[in-house]
């Protein structure tokens, strides 16, 4: 039998095991995982993190040697840790790291349940929470970036820590910023007596940009103190790889006469943009949106965190021109501009003599499509398609609203016989802006950058380089709904994904099947019922012709000023049209009726596409008078009647 004494020796020896294996727990899981052996390696060299890893309570943010690799600075072992315990759950909105002047850590939490700390994300489900041989409570939370704090100069004469953002700008000359400068920038909020927004405690994000963003000798001028104001996100830390993308923040310019608003976004090539979008404005400060791209992102300071960008927001000082020249270089819209030039540059010069011009310019993604390549090398081809993206006239967005407020906005390209076709679906911030030209379907992913002579809109598609199908077009295309259903419960819809045929399709819009609804009512209700199929699919058969190569507008106005008429093959017999121009616009006659041609033009991948105001319908076309047609259930049921009849005959 063990003694009394022998017991109590035996569980102090047991309790000293059990807290020691806890604590060599946090050591064994940073020296032996794989994963983390360099940040290990790091906290071994460092005495200050070795004491608080024995002694005290803390949170530890652990790069992963993933995370290490990409990562060419200076590691700073002690701004990953901060001497207080926090699970992700009770995470405040900042925390102090360990590092000399305690700069501070800022913690986002984004809607998609994401956590960052500074940059960086904590990766799911690997925090570890423990207490070590002192009972001090620990937590680890594996990230997938190093935590960068300010950089200092080596030859950096001042001690700064953990300046706050007016501190930064003052101190710029001694800070590593890739080797930019701020002194203009600087004078102007001095100037302005600003200096309390960049003292302001608490945790903001602050937009400054760098000098060479003035080398406009009037621009400095322009920075104002309202200006400044809009280069501020009060009460909002702001990382980029935490930033909700287009989620547009109050600035600091919000007021009853003046409103701004800013965000961010990401382009697929990695680059960051922030943009001012001046929804009200002022005789100085006019409405629209100005694109800055981030060159030096995430720079923490004691109240927030410094972007660092390529040009002041809010002002609105250079040319349509200008701007593409500016982003052509190697910015968002490189190969736009790349294209333009390549085309011998007359298309800019066209868009310089503009005195209003807007600009629909692909993105630089927008060119990858495997289709353009093969005409680039085509100059005409690629000068039209040019053109299509160019309007004489400022179209923002609430002009486009007006136009569209009760059709689809028509709005006439820089060569005036194309037209572009604009919808808007949905309000407010939820709304998507769409623009149809040459066939080719295009969403402005970026609206309203401003210009002195006009505006431009981002696009996600070149326009003009068709990449679907007839099917593919009807199916996605609002004005074409009801040609697409009548299509569909008649099978004649099957045929028009064939890319081996060429097809001439002359698609009556919506609004020109509803006109068939007062002229012809009976005819018109019975064109969309599946028991009259048969007759929905002859006049869809009339209006599509297919032969070896396709008929644009053109080739069928000369065709009939050869011949007077046109005789086209389509599916069961022929067409014959005529065509004519009048005042720019196209206009088919067929059985002695005028039909204007809507959208002429649309190109796809195995044919073309003509928008026609109404069908080429008649009367006659479905029997529906008398009751002398049966319809397909009509037979069904007779023949269901006579085949009981003659069933009960023969059993009696």
Excluded at 92 to 109: A, E
Excluded at 157 to 179: G, S
Excluded at 401 to 420: C, D, E, G, H
Excluded at 607 to 630: F, K, Q, T
Aim: with cysteine.
């Amino acid at each position: 039998m063990t003694s009394p004494g022998c017991r109590g020796l035996t569980a102090a020896l047991l309790l000293l095991c059990a807290t020691t294996a806890a604590f060599a727990e946090l050591s064994d899981k940073l020296r032996d995982d794989s994963e983390l052996s360099q940040f290990y390696s790091q906290v071994e060299q460092n005495p200050i993190a070795n004491a608080t890893l024995t002694l005290r309570s803390c949170t530890i943010f652990v790069p992963t040697n993933e995370a290490f690799q990409r990562y060419k600075g200076n590691i700073h072992v002690l701004y990953h840790i901060s001497t207080s315990a926090f699970s992700k759950e009770q995470l405040p909105k900042s925390v102090s790291s360990d590092m000399g002047g305690n700069p501070p850590l800022y913690i986002t939490k984004n809607r998609n349940g994401d956590i960052y700390v500074n940059n960086a994300r904590i990766i799911p489900s690997l925090s570890v929470e423990m207490t070590n041989r002192e009972g001090k409570r620990q937590v680890m939370h594996i990230i997938d970036e190093v935590l960068q704090p300010l950089s200092v100069q080596k030859n950096a004469q001042d001690n700064i820590n953990n300046p706050d953002a007016m501190q930064f700008l003052q101190m710029a000359e001694q800070l590593d910023l890739n080797d930019f400068h701020l002194r203009t920038y600087r004078s102007q909020v001095t100037l302005a007596k600003k200096e309390s927004v960049y003292q302001s405690p608490g945790a903001h994000t602050f937009l400054i940009p760098i000098d060479e963003s003035f080398k406009l000798s009037a621009r400095s001028g322009l920075v104002d103190a309202k200006v400044i104001d809009g280069h501020v996100i009060p009460n909002t830390v702001i990382f980029t790889a935490a930033s909700q993308h287009d989620d547009p923040k109050t600035s600091a310019a919000f007021e009853d006469l003046l409103k701004v608003t800013v965000s961010f976004f990401k382009q697929k090539d990695g680059k960051m943009y922030v943009k001012s979008n001046t929804i009200v404005g002022d005789a100085k400060h006019h409405e629209g949106v100005v694109l800055a791209e981030i060159v030096k992102a995430n720079i923490p300071v004691q109240n927030g965190v410094v972007h660092l960008i390529h040009r002041p927001l809010m002002i609105i000082d250079t040319t349509v021109t200008d701007f593409l020249k500016e982003n052509g270089e190697n910015g968002a819209l490189r190969k736009f501009y790349e294209v333009i030039m390549d085309n011998g540059g007359e298309v800019l010069d066209d868009i310089t003599n503009l005195s209003e011009v807007t600009i629909l310019a692909p993105s630089n993604d927008a060119w990858n499509a495997s289709l353009i390549e093969n005409l680039l090398r085509n100059r005409k081809k690629m000068r039209e398609i040019l053109n299509m993206h160019i309007i004489r006239d400022r179209l923002n967005v609430d002009k486009i609203r007006q136009k569209n407020a009760n059709m689809i906005a028509q709005v006439p390209t820089v060569n005036n016989s194309t037209f572009l076709y604009f919808n808007v679906k949905g309000e407010g911030a939820d709304a998507v802006i769409t623009v149809e030209g040459g066939g080719v379907n295009a969403t402005i992913v970026q609206a309203d950058v401003a210009q002195t002579n006009g505006y431009v809109h981002i696009i996600d598609r070149v326009l003009g380089v068709p990449h679907t199908t007839v099917l593919g077009k009807l199916e996605t295309d609002p004005m074409m709904s009801d040609t697409y259903k009548m299509g569909q419960f008649s099978h004649f819809n099957d045929q028009l994904n064939n890319t081996q045929r060429r097809f001439t399709y002359f698609v009556p819009r919506d609004k020109g099947w509803q006109k068939t609804e007062l002229d012809y009512p009976s005819a018109h209700k019975k064109l969309f019922m599946p028991d009259f199929s048969y007759h929905s699919k002859s006049i869809l058969e009339r209006h599509l012709a297919i032969a070896d190569h396709v008929f644009t507008m053109k080739d069928l106005v000369q065709y009939s000023q050869q011949a007077g008429n046109v005789v086209l093959p389509t599916f069961r017999d022929s067409l014959q049209i005529r065509v004519e121009e009048e005042a720019g616009r196209y206009v088919i006659i067929w059985n002695y009726k005028k039909i204007n041609v809507y959208r002429p033009d649309v190109e796809c991948t195995n044919g073309i596409i003509h928008v026609i105001d109404y069908p080429l319908l008649e009367e006659r076309d479905v029997v529906v008078s008398g009751g002398s047609y049966l319809t397909e259930s009509s037979i069904c049921i007779l023949l269901a009647n006579l085949i009981m009849i003659t069933v009960a005959k023969i059993l009696n």
